[in-house]
């Protein structure tokens, strides 16, 4: 048994350090990297990548709403055209740095709201997918589990790497609970870790209400920008591990 391990990292900005990357980076498999809009800068971009390859993590890019200010968890109305050339536009500035690092793409994962907002409407996910495809169709495109972005994705014959969250909950119909809800984030390393094994090993996990939800978990995220973010990360690991499940990058699972 195979999975991933992907968290966001390369979200600092100018002057302003955010998130643990170093650390963290020891732990993942697949590193989600941001690209300019909502985090992250050149400099960052090419320091990010760039640790990436020293710890043999393959590499994503982590496009998102023009929202350096809201970090990109603002909602915003997009027409399909811009949303396609959004994230054609994002891509393409981490596969340079890639590029100048000797590294391929291996996926693409859209950030915060923009990620959110794709599971509810199917036109905005038509376009980033197609954005996605402009620029290469052998690249992943990396979605919440079971949601109809995934759907649209294997009907346009782009991989897809379904993706479960370690430290949120979840609502009956397989979204995440928001943030601005009591118990939406997960603070506790063995009740994450119980989850993360069910996930993986069972197919699914408990909702906040009790009722039992099916999930596929191709990549699991391990968020790095919270105190515990290394603690967390390794515990979920070495618990995998011990499980007997073999922690590789995204690209290993979805073919």
């Not at 027409?79 to 693409?108: C, D, T």
């Not at 905005?124 to 994705?153: H, M, N, Q, Y």
């Not at 346009?156 to 995440?176: C, I, Q, S, W």
Request: hydrophobic content about 40%.
């Amino acid at each position: 048994m195979k999975v991933d391990l992907n968290s966001d990292l390369g979200e600092s900005f100018g002057r302003y350090k955010l998130g643990l990357d170093e650390e963290v980076m020891k732990y993942i498999s697949s590193a989600n990297i941001a690209t300019g809009w909502h985090a992250g800068d050149p400099i960052v971009m090419r320091k990010t990548v760039r640790l990436a390859k020293e710890n043999s993590v393959a590499v994503g890019a982590h496009p998102g709403y023009p929202d350096l200010l809201g970090f990109g968890r603002r909602y915003m109305k997009l027409s399909p055209e811009e949303a396609r050339n959004y994230i054609l536009y994002q891509v393409g500035a981490l596969y340079a740095f890639a590029r100048a690092e000797g590294l391929e793409l291996q996926h693409v994962k859209p950030h915060g709201a923009l990620y959110n907002a794709l599971v509810k409407e199917e036109e905005l996910a038509r376009a980033v997918i197609e954005g996605i495809a402009d620029f290469d169709r052998k690249l992943i495109f990396v979605t919440l589990s079971g949601s109809r972005p995934a759907e649209i994705a294997e009907e346009m014959g782009v991989k897809v790497a379904h993706e479960v969250f370690a430290d949120r909950a979840y609502n009956p119909d397989g979204t995440l609970v928001p943030r601005s809800k009591p118990g939406a984030v997960i603070h506790d390393k063995d009740e994450i870790a119980e989850r993360v094994v069910s996930m993986v090993k069972d197919g699914g996990v408990r909702a906040i209400n009790g009722e039992w939800v099916e999930l596929k978990a191709d990549t699991i995220c391990v968020h790095g920008d919270n105190p515990k973010a290394v603690e967390i990360a390794k515990y979920i690991r070495d618990v995998l591990e011990r499980e007997g499940v073999k922690i590789v990058p995204m690209k290993e699972i979805v073919r």
